[in-house]
Structure formats: C-alpha cells, structure tokens
C-alpha cells in the first residue's frame, strides 16, 4: 500500500489540520502517517490557543517516521514559526522524499494567524524550494510576493514570481476572487485553468489542507503532477458540495462522501 506523511497542526475540531489530511489520505487510498508540528484549542468558530511542538520532538518524529516506513509522499501545513520552518526542512533535507506538497498555511478560516511574520522569509528560503507544488490561496499568495492579486493575469503574474523564488509549479487557488473558483496551475512552463463550480456554503472549514493532502495521496499513488491536481480539484468539489453543516461555524468538508455513497450509506452524512 502507499503511504503519506503530513506534518502540520493538530485540529481539536477535527475538520483542518491533521484531521483533515489523515482523513483525506485514507479516502483516497494510501496510508497515512503523521507529524504533529502544534496543537490548537480549535473549533468551526475560532482558534483559541496554539502550542507548538518543541523543535527536538518535531525533529524525532519526522526521523522516527523515515527511518522505518517508506514514505511516498509528504504534505507540510502549518508551520507556524522560523525555528519550525528550519527543523523540517534541514530534517527533509536528509531524507529527500520524492513528492513535498506545501500547503503555506497563514490564516484560519476565522482569521487567526497560523504563521508568524517571521516565519515566512524563511518558508520562502527553507522550504518553497525543496517542494514539488506550492498551493498557496490568492490572500496567502499575495504574502508570498508582496503585492495584490485582483485579475486571472495577475494570477499568472504571481504563478511566475513564486517560481522565481524557488518553486518547482504551483497550484493557486481562485477561490478568493469573484465568480468561479478557477485554480490556475503552473509547471513553470506552461498554464493550465482548473475551472471550479462556485459551492454556496459555509462549510468550507480544511478546504485548503484537504486539497493539499489529496494532491499528495494521488502522487503517491503514482499519478503525473498535473492529473493528481486535476483528480483533487474533483475530490475537494465533492467533499465541499455534500460538507457537513455541524458546529455554530464554517463546518467541515464530507471527506468520506464517495465511500458512504458506495457503502450506500451517504444520506446519513449529508
């Protein structure tokens, strides 16, 4: 069976984070193996404390995991500080895994920030040149390079930039701008649009991790680069069509929609 990793925060809510990439992994096949890089006191309304992980454990756990299971692919979220960001990528450094899929996690969905300041010169550095595709939303991307991003040519604009600052392609989600949610993805060659269906929901709480774990489950199932992200555009789409409207918040994505329908047992998870 294929395996893998994502390290990144824990989500006592169970809808982001961990949760979401565990859930997404088995959803789509492969086994998943886990690097808790912080805990949050999460829900679908707010964030309402963060521990991070003492760097040494970070560090053990990661090497832990590669020193006896194979690891097909890696997906990294939410690292939140520079001491953080630099223990993971001089860990992966030694390792070298074939597939790293960096979701830059900045900001919850209600507004708490997940990233410190100080943290993404070094993301930039340390880690967006070791990853295999980037999938940064537009707010995240315009962090990224320090400038707006209103029209689809400036998603192409900040496609390019991203790549100049080390990234191999990436995946920028439009989900952020008017209308559609068109994702424009670049190998650093070439564009390709993912057109998306606008979902009027509000549970849309680990849509971004999800996306990001689902992308790594398909590379490591043995998919080219630009089918796995055409494959976990669909995934997301399911999962945010039929999301679960529980908490008094952004509820969760319905990451096991597929499997209940086979299963014939969906309706109760509608």
């Given at each position: ?41 999460q ?20 090497e ?118 068109n ?18 929901t ?66 109760s998870?509608?």
């Amino acid at each position: 069976m294929k395996t893998a990793l994502t390290i990144a925060g824990s989500d006592s809510g169970g809808g982001a984070g961990i949760q979401a990439d565990l859930k997404t992994f088995a959803a789509n096949g492969v086994f998943g193996m886990s690097v808790i890089t912080a805990v949050t006191a999460q829900n679908t309304v707010d964030v309402r404390s963060i521990q991070n992980i003492d760097t040494n454990i970070i560090k053990d756990q990661i090497e832990a995991v590669f020193d006896d299971l194979p690891v097909d692919a890696v997906k990294i979220g939410m690292l939140s500080n520079p001491r953080i960001v630099q223990t993971v990528a001089e860990t992966l450094v030694k390792y070298e895994p074939r597939h790293l899929i960096l979701d830059p996690v900045m900001v919850s969905k209600g507004g708490h920030h997940l990233l410190e300041n100080d943290a993404i010169l070094s993301l930039t550095k340390d880690v967006i040149p070791l990853a295999t595709v980037i999938t940064p939303n537009i707010p995240e991307a315009e962090v990224l390079i320090e400038r707006p991003i209103i029209t689809e040519s400036d998603m192409k604009e900040a496609c390019m930039t991203m790549v100049e600052l080390g990234a191999k392609t990436v995946l920028l989600k439009g989900g952020h701008l008017p209308g559609d949610p068109n994702d424009l993805f670049f190998d650093g060659n070439r564009f390709y649009w993912l057109k998306g269906n606008r979902i009027h929901t509000k549970n849309t709480h680990g849509t971004g991790c999800t996306l990001s774990s689902a992308i790594a489950a398909n590379l490591a199932k043995g998919y080219p680069l630009y089918e796995s992200v055409q494959r976990a555009k669909a995934y997301i789409e399911i999962a945010i069509k039929h999301s679960l409207n529980i908490g008094k918040g952004h509820g969760p994505t319905n990451h096991f929609y597929e499997i209940y329908k086979r299963a014939g047992s969906a309706e109760s998870f509608i």
